[in-house]
């Protein structure tokens, strides 16, 4: 946590998001200091009397979309009704969960890379991306049918029979297993999400809220987003207790 500026009452506050990936920390692009830096050198500018309230650093494995260290930062912006300051926007422009998330959040925020960007900047970037990711899910789509097609003509009444080398099944065979890895990879991922946000429901059940309504408000009060990045409600508040229910039955 950054200390807290020696400023008046009535100074601008702000928290600071700074991120870096395990592999590429010191390496490539902006470093952690180098960020901070540029965190310092900005509001030296824009807001020389401001109050750096506290630093929150996320260290992404560059394989997951979760960042509870950003979940913290603007849960922490909205209650002490500070600015957020982003160091590093770059990459985050294109992800839809994080778009979603910051633009949900209704906070004030500053990106050091991205200065001219605003609430308005960040609606059309969601937009932009999400437009990527479904033309690259149409694509997707596409070439699986085209695969389709081919294996469907492979070697039935009226088409040349394929000589096969290896498994004699061909790709038909093969799918199933491919399929059985992705329904486990993200049966794995959900898990992972449903630890990372077992602590945040604990803390509001703990609290008092017990119905799937009042703990989803709870939630949403401290600025905890679902894994898709929206708002809470007792729709997902159950499937979240469920799926921690089946974890801890694995465990017995």
Known sequence: MAK???????????????RVSR????????????QRRAVRDYLSRVAATGALLAEYVEVESGKR???????????????????????????????????????RAGIEFIACDLPNANRLTI?????????????IAERTRAALAVAKERISKTGQLGHPEVKRLGNPNGAAHLKQYGNRAAVSALK???D????????SLQAVMQAGPKSAR??????NDRGVLT????QWDAKAVINLQRRLAALEQQRI
């Open 4 to 18: 807290q500026a020696q400023n008046g009452r009535n100074a601008p506050r702000f928290i600071s998001y700074l």
């Open 23 to 34: 592999e590429s920390q010191g390496l490539h692009g902006l470093g952690i200091e180098a």
């Open 65 to 103: 979309d979760e960042r509870p260290q950003l979940i913290k930062s603007i849960d922490h912006a909205r209650n002490a009704r500070a600015t957020l300051v982003i160091a590093k926007l770059d990459r985050l422009s294109r992800d839809v969960h994080f778009l979603t998330g910051l633009e």
């Open 123 to 135: 609606t059309i970037l969601a937009a932009v991306a999400e437009h990527e990711r479904e033309m």
């Open 188 to 190: 794995s991922r959900a």
């Open 192 to 199: 992972d999400t449903a630890r990372r946000l077992s602590a």
């Open 214 to 219: 009042s703990i989803a408000a709870a939630l």
């Open 227 to 230: 894994p898709r990045g929206f």
